[in-house]
């Protein structure tokens, strides 16, 4: 399995390049908004099973700007899910992200940049597996708002690399009961934790097949001012396969690593059928 998974990290490039055209100049703008469902049902069923409905509201769209001298991509990205379990209501996604980079020609596929990304959620999270459930995380509890100048390698709007090797990170924590507990690294009663470090982001796009789009953005920081060697990951993997204009599959997993969250490794996994439109 790692040597399948080490293989494919391989090709990415390979593949990537063998798609690769030339960046329109001036404003592109483009993206996804999709609807996921899925659903198990029983009834009279013996071998047992609990009636669920779910149901994913996801938007990723994209502005990209190119000209001879410089370029400016910016990604935003939206989830939010529920689902009903026996008529209990549960929520099983709440993203908000926002990343943006700006980039000066330097030499062939090289930039000077500057980028900035927020990363937050919209309402309440809950730990489901305590009773009563217990408050996990909120609006601005946490939001993390990093930026930072570095170096940009970009082959196209679909596949490019940066290296902030000086980034400084805001870790936000607006609610009181997270921050008396010293939730996602704060100290207890404070709402602000500042980080210094170097931030490492790649993002790639590309069509292995037709009506078929592999995206993945990928996200690493180290804190220089505490426990530098513990890196800070997140990283999206999507697949879309489109079957007709309005519908679609989606697949996606979501692997997340913050000591100061904790400390095991987070992942998210949706498949489902996807109700959408390309914007």
């Known amino acids: 399995m790692k040597k399948t998974v080490l293989l494919f990290l391989l090709m990415i490039p390979l593949l990537i390049n063998a798609q690769e055209k030339k960046d329109e100049t001036g404003w592109k703008?483009?993206?996804h908004f999709g609807f996921i469902f899925s659903q198990t049902a029983f009834k009279n069923w013996t071998k047992g099973?609990?009636?669920?409905l779910t149901g994913n509201l996801k938007i990723d769209y994209n502005i990209n700007y190119n000209d001879a001298k410089q370029s400016w991509d910016t990604k935003f990205l939206f989830g939010y899910g529920m689902t009903r379990i026996n008529n209990v209501m549960k929520k099983t996604d709440d993203n908000l992200e926002i990343n943006?980079?700006?980039g000066y020609?330097?030499?062939?596929?090289?930039?000077?940049?500057?980028?900035?990304?927020?990363k937050t959620q919209l309402t309440t999270g809950y730990d489901y597996t305590t009773t009563?459930?217990?408050?996990?995380?909120n609006f601005f509890a946490p939001a993390f708002i990093s930026a930072g100048p570095g170096l940009l390698y970009k082959r196209s709007d679909n596949?490019?690399?940066?290296?902030?090797p000086v980034t400084s990170k805001l870790v936000i924590v607006n609610d009181p009961d997270l921050s008396a507990a010293g939730a996602f690294g704060v100290d207890?009663?404070?709402?602000?934790r500042y980080e210094l470090g170097m931030n490492y982001q790649m993002f790639f796009k590309f069509n292995p097949m037709k009506n078929v789009t592999v995206e993945n953005l990928f996200n690493a920081f180290s804190n220089y001012l505490d426990k530098p060697q513990n890196i800070d990951i997140d990283n999206l993997f999507t697949v879309r396969m489109k079957i007709n204009k309005y519908l679609g599959a989606h697949f996606s997993l979501q692997t997340v690593y913050d000591d100061n969250t904790?400390?095991?490794?987070?992942?998210?996994e949706l498949f489902g059928l996807d109700f959408g439109l390309d914007l």
């Open 262 to 268: 904790i400390q095991k490794l987070q992942y998210a």
């Open 159 to 164: 596949f490019y690399i940066n290296f902030a």
């Open 100 to 102: 943006s980079i700006y």
């Open 132 to 137: 009563p459930n217990t408050k996990t995380s």
């Open 29 to 31: 703008k483009g993206g």
């Open 188 to 192: 207890p009663g404070k709402t602000l």
């Open 105 to 118: 020609n330097l030499a062939k596929y090289w930039k000077f940049s500057f980028f900035g990304n927020l």
């Open 49 to 52: 099973g609990e009636d669920a």
